[in-house]
């Protein structure tokens, strides 16, 4: 599924002022735990229950963490008429989504995140999707411990052996930016990418030109050109040997606070390295926006779909 241009950038300042207010993770995980509802249908969706914030009452196994009600103005409302929003409301409730839309296949079902087919539908090119109401990159509650490691449960999908797996020699994960994403349910692509980008990016490696701690992440030696379907794009480069920590929080930390960037008009795509013999234990963490020359907000031109 590409993801296109159609919503307006969330300017940073909001971003700081909210994530600040709130104060540490902790407070904000209290917050969402007390979070209830059933998000409810839209016109011609089957009936259900008005919701004022997340759902109670998540797939067997489990519960979600949701932003607090107190976000909902920059990290969406469970009211809110949105495609993959909807598709998610089928697969942990059983709302029907209005037409045209049609009914997905939930491929994987937990009580965090689903699975979905992207568009156009392959066999290495899938979504994975939380399942509590979560706009995209620019909800600060993504920055704190409160939510699941997202990142982490999509490699642990798509990997050869996982229980959704992207079925190509090279796999990348990525999110695009506020503007340059279709959708407004966050979602990380779980699709291929070119055995060039991969060759290239254990060539910056073999370099040393990719930060193989995050706080080199934003230095300017850091930062390299990688081809994609558009061209050579100019990309933040950071080596890790897990994805354990919280990447939303890595950038935000390292890259887009002590640059004054905004956090909405980031893109990021996750590339684990890859040898004949297979996974070879790390992951190369790209990150780009349009404050850098040449710079990208979407990672629709490194991964491969079709």
């Not at 409301?89 to 939930?106: A, E, L, M, N, R």
């Not at 779980?190 to 490696?205: D, F, H, I």
């Amino acid at each position: 599924m590409h993801d296109q241009q159609n919503a307006k950038e969330v300017p940073r300042r909001q971003f700081v002022a909210l994530s600040g207010a709130l104060g540490a993770a902790a407070v904000l995980t209290g917050a969402a735990a007390t979070a209830g509802g059933t998000a409810a249908a839209a016109s011609g969706v089957d009936a259900g229950p008005t919701p004022d914030s997340c759902p109670t009452t998540p797939p067997p196994g489990g519960t979600s963490s949701c932003p607090p009600t107190s976000l909902q103005g920059i990290c969406g409302r469970p009211t809110d008429n949105d495609p993959l929003w909807h598709d998610v409301q089928y697969c942990t409730s059983g709302i029907v989504p209005p037409p045209p839309q049609t009914k997905p296949d939930c491929l994987k079902m937990t009580p965090n995140y689903i699975v979905l087919h992207g568009k156009p539908e392959t066999t290495h090119n899938y979504l994975l999707l939380p399942t509590c109401r979560v706009t995209g990159i620019e909800c600060p509650f993504l920055v704190t411990s409160g939510p699941p490691n997202y990142w982490h449960e999509a490699w642990e999908n798509a990997r050869s052996g996982g229980d959704v797996p992207v079925q190509y020699p090279n796999i990348g994960l990525g999110i695009n930016s506020q503007t340059a994403r279709r959708y407004n349910q966050l979602h990380i692509h779980m699709a291929g990418v070119r055995v060039s980008t991969q060759r290239r990016l254990q060539e910056l490696e073999s370099q040393s030109r990719m930060a193989t701690s995050p706080a080199q992440w934003a230095n300017p030696a850091n930062q390299a050109a990688v081809t994609g379907s558009a061209g050579d794009r100019v990309y933040r480069i950071l080596r890790l040997p897990n994805l354990r920590d919280n990447l939303f929080n890595l950038l935000y930390t390292n890259v887009v606070r002590p640059n004054s960037l905004n956090m909405a008009a980031q893109t990021m795509i996750v590339v684990p390295k890859m040898t004949a013999a297979g996974f070879a234990g790390a992951f190369y963490v790209l990150n780009s926006d349009t404050s850098i020359h040449d710079g990208t907000s979407t990672c629709d031109s490194l991964l491969v779909y079709s």
